[in-house]
Nanobody
Framework: QVQLVESGGGLVQPGGSLKLSCVAS????????MGWYRQAPGMQRELVAT???????NYADSVKGRFIISRDNAKNTVFLQMNSLKPEDTAVYYC?????????WGQGTQVTVSS
């Protein structure tokens, strides 16, 4: 069974930073892409950023220049460095992974940006 476990969420003031981590565990033989999505109350889940096994990245326009996605392939871990946070970044952030023909999701971690 494959599991994704996120950490690093919390409450931060506008302009602050947070770093999210997501570790994949279980019977994993190869991982394709890894990424982050988010869902604000009353909104649909939306893409934040993705990264391929080769390191190619893709970002939502709303986070370009502020967020950085990275991964450690040896540790099956993906990170999301979030800088210059805004109140509109408040959401539950979900880790996402494509591996062995399946898509996996983490349980989510809350990020709240508020003064």
């Amino acid at each position: 069974q494959v599991q994704l476990v996120e950490s690093g969420g919390g409450l931060v003031q506008p302009g602050g930073s947070l770093k999210l981590s997501c570790v994949a565990s279980g019977r994993i033989f190869s991982i394709g892409y890894m990424g982050w999505y988010r869902q604000a109350p009353g909104m649909q889940r939306e893409l934040v950023a993705t990264i391929t096994s080769g390191g190619s990245t893709n970002y939502a326009d709303s986070v370009k220049g502020r967020f950085i996605i990275s991964r450690d392939n040896a540790k099956n871990t993906v990170f999301l460095q979030m800088n210059s946070l805004k109140p509109e970044d408040t959401a539950v952030y979900y880790c996402n992974m494509g591996a062995m023909g399946y898509t996996y999701w983490g349980q989510g971690t809350q990020v709240t940006v508020s003064s």
